[in-house]
């Protein structure tokens, strides 16, 4: 049986990430327990998870000049995630996060730094969707978005993460199937994820979405109108909560291709994120 083809676009950065054993005070001066840097990005992440998976997987999204680009480069192909498609410009910096790891509950501060212009239309443009069974994209770069979504005559089945509040976003809610909605999205809109479903809803009726609530586990409305209401999986133990949404996402994605249940799809990508907090990085043990 062939690999499912799946093609993300969206954001590949650098994540240097200090573990401490609390998080620090005001002021206060602190050494860290461990630092390391790993491939970050939420796109990058949800293609990690995607090829851990088992799933053919090719990442688009800028890439600087510089020496940290060929180390995410080589990492993502180490990974067998393809490259082939994402351009290189000079003049710029890789885009980096700092983020403190709390040893006390897994928590993470992000610290983000970019100048790296976004994908242009074009670029875009280039691509064969014929070629892919699942578009994924990440909620940024908004009229380049609409202006590609629009333009696409061949469709395969589409999702979006919508992380932040961005102007217009709710532009590109009739052209996908799948949306994934951050509770970060639903403070800073000061609405609650019913009244989320709703409105998505009245927008494009036969859109799938799902508003992921952090350790209130998550609320969903399928493609006929159904709300779906889970709690999160317990875990014993929370080490990394970094690219967990991420890796819900791609989770939903893997099941969603394997069988039509999106009730079954949910149980299963809730169940691959408490595998994955409860290690470091992206993995399912160690």
């Given at each position: ?24 005070a005001q002021d206060e001066e602190m050494r860290a327990c461990d630092q390391f840097r790993v ?109 590609f979504l629009e333009s696409l005559d061949t469709r395969p089945r589409i999702s979006l993460e ?98 039509p249940d999106f009730l079954a799809a949910l149980d299963f990508a809730a169940t691959i994120v ?13």
């Open positions: 049986m062939q690999k499912p083809r799946i093609i993300l676009l969206g954001n590949c950065v650098l994540d240097q990430v200090w573990r401490l054993d609390h998080f620090p491939l970050g990005g939420n796109a990058c992440n949800s293609a990690q998870m995607l090829a851990l998976l088992g799933n053919d997987v090719e990442l688009i999204s800028s890439f600087a000049q510089d020496e940290t680009a060929g180390w995410l480069l080589q990492q993502l192909e180490d990974l067998g995630i393809v490259t082939t498609n994402c351009r290189q410009l000079h003049g710029f910096k890789t885009p980096e996060s700092t983020i403190w790891l709390n040893s006390e509950n897994g928590s993470r501060t992000i610290v983000h730094y970019r100048d790296l212009p976004e994908l242009e239309l074009q670029q875009l443009k280039q691509i064969r969707l014929d070629a892919y069974d699942w578009l994924h994209v990440e909620g940024r770069n908004i009229d380049t978005l609409k202006l919508i992380e932040k509040d961005r102007p217009g976003i709710e532009q590109l809610l009739p052209f996908v199937n799948l949306v994934i909605v951050s509770s970060a999205y639903l403070h800073s809109r000061h609405i609650s994820a019913h009244q989320c479903l709703q409105h998505f809803q009245q927008i494009n009726p036969a859109l799938s979405v799902v508003c992921t609530l952090g350790e209130r586990g998550l609320l969903a409305m399928d493609a006929v109108g159904h709300r779906i209401q889970k709690s999160a999986v317990p875990v014993q133990r929370v080490v990394d909560t970094i690219a967990a949404g991420d890796c819900f996402i791609a989770a939903l994605i893997h099941q969603m291709l394997q069988q408490a595998k994955k907090i409860q290690f470091r990085g992206i993995r399912l043990s160690d």
